[in-house]
């Protein structure tokens, strides 16, 4: 079946809803781990919108209020940032249960507050 008139697309997508793109084998990782957790959310759909507006919230906080540190990268249960009011390159990760950054070891710092808002962080 060729589809000539665009107006055939409309039963792709739900009324008033998005259809968001995420590679396949991306979202099946990510579903295979929500379906393993004991949420108050039914589906996964409710959960990535939630997820998504609360991360597009806290990269505004970290624009507004940490301009001085940016991400670097991922590194091995955390994340690496730069700090460039001491300009230095600052490691935060997961060590036990604890959030522990290069710098201030296990004292309260920004870097901490940066990894735990920025989305790209995960352990
Ligand atoms: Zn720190």
Redesign the pocket.
């Known amino acids: 079946m060729f589809i000539t008139d665009l107006s055939d697309l409309s039963f792709m997508v739900v009324q008033g809803y998005t259809n968001l793109s995420v590679k396949t084998d991306r979202m099946d990782e990510i579903r295979r781990i929500f379906d393993s957790l004991d949420t108050e959310y039914e589906a996964l759909a409710p959960f990535a919108a939630d997820a998504l507006e609360s991360a597009v919230y806290k990269l505004d906080f970290l624009l507004e209020y940490l301009p001085h540190i940016t991400f670097s990268g991922l590194g091995k249960n955390g994340m690496a940032l730069f ?1 460039a009011k001491s300009d230095e390159l ?1 490691r ?1 990760f997961v060590k036990g249960k604890k959030l522990h ?4 070891k296990e ?1 309260p ?4 507050i940066f990894a735990a808002f920025h989305h790209k962080f995960a352990c």
């Open positions: 700090d600052v935060v950054c290069s710098v201030h004292k710092c920004d870097h901490k």
